[in-house]
């Protein structure tokens, strides 16, 4: 069975069997979140770095992937869409960030520090705009922020989702953060060995939201009217 026949948002199965559901994928990285992303579906990726953006389309290459700022992408198209994924940057909102930024001793010796920043309000702005302004279908993930979130997550694994459907927990195993670049990319199930990203291989493959959790996310946003279906045309099968 295809997304658009559990529940397509412009209308139920059988009329619509044909009509593919349209994705949006936010600040897109290589696409750890889309990897498993199956069905009868037709992905726009939107990604700011040209060369990560490269890397997505070779993995993904029926989506189309455009390099743009995918805050005003989201303002600009979302009516294009039947389901939004977005997974803003975490650096201002992450525990590990906020910590380092604080330890003063080792700023004195020249240690692994951050400069100080603000969190960065376009996570909750997205948020509050597909919950008043969006119709289909959606989803912004982050971090676990070092600070009360400011509007209620769902918590699972060690990330936060804000979202207009209920996300089962999901038994998902250590991220292996610390794990070498080899680890990661076992992991995530990426090969990018030979890529230029223009960016530390490890950094990119630690933004990866992991294959498995992405897929069961998104099965989620569909598995209510799924059942209703079934209800509704009484095929059990
Ligand atoms: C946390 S990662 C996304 C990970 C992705 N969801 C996955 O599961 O693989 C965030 C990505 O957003 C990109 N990015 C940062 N600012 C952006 C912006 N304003 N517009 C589009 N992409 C942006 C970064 O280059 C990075 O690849």
């Known amino acids: 069975m295809t997304y658009s026949q559990i529940n397509h948002p412009k ?10 559901l349209k994705v949006l994928n936010l600040y897109a990285g290589i696409g750890g979140n889309r990897k498993l992303w199956d069905g009868d579906i037709e992905v726009t990726a939107i990604e700011i770095r040209p060369k990560i953006a490269k890397q997505y389309q070779k993995h993904f290459p029926n989506d189309k992937v455009i390099v743009d700022d995918a805050h005003q992408y989201l303002i600009k198209h979302y009516k294009e869409f039947d389901f939004i994924w977005s997974s803003p940057p975490c650096p201002s909102h992450s525990k590990i960030r906020m910590m380092a930024s604080k330890a003063e001793a080792d700023k004195d010796k020249n240690r692994n520090t951050y400069d100080e920043i603000f969190p960065d309000m376009k996570l909750y702005e997205e948020i509050i705009f597909l919950d008043h302004y969006f119709k289909g279908k959606w989803v912004v993930e982050n971090v676990i922020s070092y600070y009360e979130p400011l509007i209620k997550p769902q918590k699972v694994g060690k990330h936060f989702f804000w979202s207009n459907f209920i996300i089962n927990q999901f038994r998902i195993k250590s991220r292996n953060h610390m794990g070498n670049i080899d680890e990661l990319q076992n992991k995530v199930g990426f090969d990018l060995d030979g890529c230029d990203l223009g960016h530390r291989k490890d950094q990119v493959l630690r933004n990866c ?13 569909f598995r209510i009217e799924q059942k209703l279906l079934s209800e509704v045309s009484g095929n059990s099968s």
Do not use: S
């Open 11 to 20: 209308g139920w199965g059988i009329l619509k069997m044909k009509e593919k």
């Open 209 to 221: 939201v992991e294959p498995k959790l992405g897929k069961h996310i998104f099965d989620c946003a």
